[in-house]
């Protein structure tokens, strides 16, 4: 029931920057993690970045230093700021959302968003 809809994405040329989105509706309950994970063409899935319940964040090794992970002062949004882009960034980026409810777990995924990076 919960849904998850990213935005965000676009074409950006090596070493700029993109913030992405991702907007969480529905039945929201109990702690609740996030993460982005990203996926290019002819690779597995990837999971690039989490935040907890607590604001814990990490990154996979090759975005730390550049990415950055968040939640909106209304706890239904979460962010990724994504600076200095590389060509492997390129992938489509997906929010997903785990929630642990007195031990019931619930995921949601959201559709994606393409993010391009090229000269």
């Known amino acids: 029931q919960v849904q998850l809809v990213e935005s965000g994405g676009g074409l950006v040329q090596p070493g700029g920057s993109l913030t992405l989105s991702c907007a969480a509706s529905g039945s929201i309950a109990g702690r609740v993690d996030i993460d982005w994970f990203r996926q290019a063409p002819g690779k597995e899935r990837e999971l690039a970045a989490t935040i907890s319940s607590t604001g814990t964040t990490s990154y996979v090794d090759s975005a730390k230093g550049r990415f950055t992970i968040s939640r909106g002062d209304a706890q239904n949004t979460v962010y990724l700021q994504m600076n200095d882009l590389k060509p492997e960034d390129t992938a489509v980026y997906f929010c997903?959302?785990?929630?642990?409810?007195?031990?019931?777990?619930?995921?949601?995924w959201g559709r994606g968003t393409q993010v391009t990076v090229s000269s």
């Open positions: 997903h959302m785990s929630m642990n409810n007195n031990g019931h777990y619930t995921h949601a």
